[in-house]
């Protein structure tokens, strides 16, 4: 692959939570989740207590994310009647965080086919649990928090299998499909409407300091298995096919795939994130 020039990358540029959710979809989202819930209650009554817990007896999103991760993350070190008051407080206190939420679950139920209703990724989807974590710990990051954050990143990973660093910079509309394995170093930043699939490692490749992390771009698919390496760009919705390895920046609308990854045509879609096809060229599957 062509190497070009390092991508200015200044704070301005990136299209990291852009847009706002209004409260008119956060309550509609929120209602489908109660209304899916009392309806798996009377399914399934041996989950009621954890869907009365979690969801029919919360006043809204931010109350039930609370208990969700509690439920996940509390231990010997946290309890869970230390640990939900502090995740309570600090969701009802950034609004933010909890949009950021809804756009990731609304992420899930449009783009992942094996998803039903948007209870599903709040009471199973360790990729989106895993993520809401992570917002929690950038917070408690950049409140100059970072014990507190680098806690709550070493729980999550333990828990679900997924290390994102609290100081790497993650937009909203992010499918983390499946997820195990995933690592995403400090000074990474993913864009808006990524989708990535399990396995794949944003890292660096040596001891430098400052930004040695990937920038990841809107609309960028990456497949199972990529590891991304260094201060490289995956330009707006471009593809890196499943097991590669990526050590120089890749062009918008372009596919990669390969060890080390080669061009091997255009991204073939408008928004591959989006479309979640997987496929490179003439058929090949990433």
Same mark, same amino acid.
């Given at each position: 692959? !062509? %190497?070009?020039?390092?991508? $200015?990358?200044? &704070?301005? !540029?990136?299209?990291?939570?852009?847009?706002?959710?209004?409260? !008119?979809?956060?309550?509609?989202?929120?209602?489908?989740?109660?209304?899916?819930?009392?309806?798996?209650?009377?399914?399934?009554?041996?989950?009621? %207590?954890?869907?009365?817990?979690?969801?029919?007896?919360?006043?809204?999103? &931010?109350?039930?994310?609370?208990?969700? =991760?509690?439920?996940?993350?509390?231990?010997?070190?946290?309890? @869970?009647?230390? *640990?939900?008051?502090? =995740?309570?407080?600090?969701?009802? /206190? $950034?609004?933010?965080?909890?949009?950021?939420?809804? @756009?990731?679950?609304?992420?899930?139920?449009? @783009?992942?086919?094996?998803?039903?209703?948007?209870?599903?990724?709040?009471? +199973?989807?360790?990729? +989106? *649990?895993?993520?809401?974590?992570?917002?929690?710990?950038?917070?408690?990051?950049?409140?100059?928090?970072?014990?507190?954050?680098?806690?709550?990143?070493?729980?999550?990973?333990?828990? +679900?299998?997924?290390?994102?660093?609290? &100081?790497?910079?993650?937009?909203?509309?992010?499918?983390?499909? %499946?997820?195990?394995?995933?690592?995403?170093?400090?000074?990474?930043?993913?864009?808006?409407?990524?989708?990535?699939?399990?396995?794949?490692?944003?890292?660096?490749?040596?001891?430098?300091?400052? $930004?040695?992390?990937?920038?990841?771009?809107?609309?960028? =698919?990456?497949?199972?298995?990529?590891?991304?390496?260094?201060?490289?760009?995956?330009?707006?919705?471009? /593809?890196?096919?499943?097991?590669?390895?990526?050590?120089?920046?890749?062009?918008?609308?372009?596919?990669?795939?390969?060890?080390? &990854?080669?061009?091997?045509?255009?991204?073939?879609?408008? $928004?591959?994130?989006?479309?979640?096809?997987?496929?490179?060229?003439?058929?090949?599957?990433?």
């Amino acid at each position: 692959m !062509e %190497h070009k020039m390092q991508m $200015n990358t200044s &704070a301005e !540029e990136f299209k990291v939570c852009n847009g706002v959710l209004n409260d !008119e979809c956060l309550d509609k989202l929120w209602m489908s989740v109660k209304m899916a819930a009392e309806e798996v209650i009377v399914n399934e009554p041996q989950l009621r %207590h954890l869907l009365e817990d979690v969801v029919t007896s919360r006043n809204g999103l &931010a109350e039930s994310l609370a208990a969700r =991760l509690s439920r996940k993350l509390a231990g010997e070190d946290m309890q @869970r009647n230390e *640990l939900e008051p502090l =995740l309570l407080e600090t969701l009802t /206190k $950034n609004g933010k965080l909890v949009r950021s939420a809804a @756009r990731d679950m609304q992420a899930i139920v449009d @783009r992942d086919p094996a998803c039903k209703s948007a209870l599903e990724p709040l009471l +199973f989807y360790k990729g +989106f *649990l895993a993520l809401t974590a992570y917002r929690v710990a950038h917070h408690m990051w950049v409140s100059d928090r970072r014990v507190l954050a680098l806690y709550f990143q070493s729980i999550s990973s333990e828990i +679900f299998a997924v290390d994102i660093h609290p &100081a790497a910079r993650i937009g909203c509309g992010i499918l983390l499909d %499946h997820a195990t394995s995933l690592v995403i170093g400090e000074t990474s930043i993913v864009e808006d409407n990524v989708s990535i699939l399990h396995e794949v490692t944003l890292g660096g490749t040596g001891k430098e300091a400052g $930004n040695r992390h990937p920038v990841v771009r809107s609309g960028v =698919l990456l497949g199972a298995g990529a590891k991304i390496l260094g201060r490289v760009t995956i330009g707006e919705c471009a /593809k890196v096919g499943a097991g590669s390895v990526v050590l120089e920046d890749v062009m918008a609308h372009t596919t990669v795939a390969g060890v080390p &990854a080669v061009v091997m045509g255009q991204s073939g879609e408008e $928004n591959p994130a989006l479309g979640m096809n997987q496929t490179l060229c003439d058929g090949w599957q990433i």
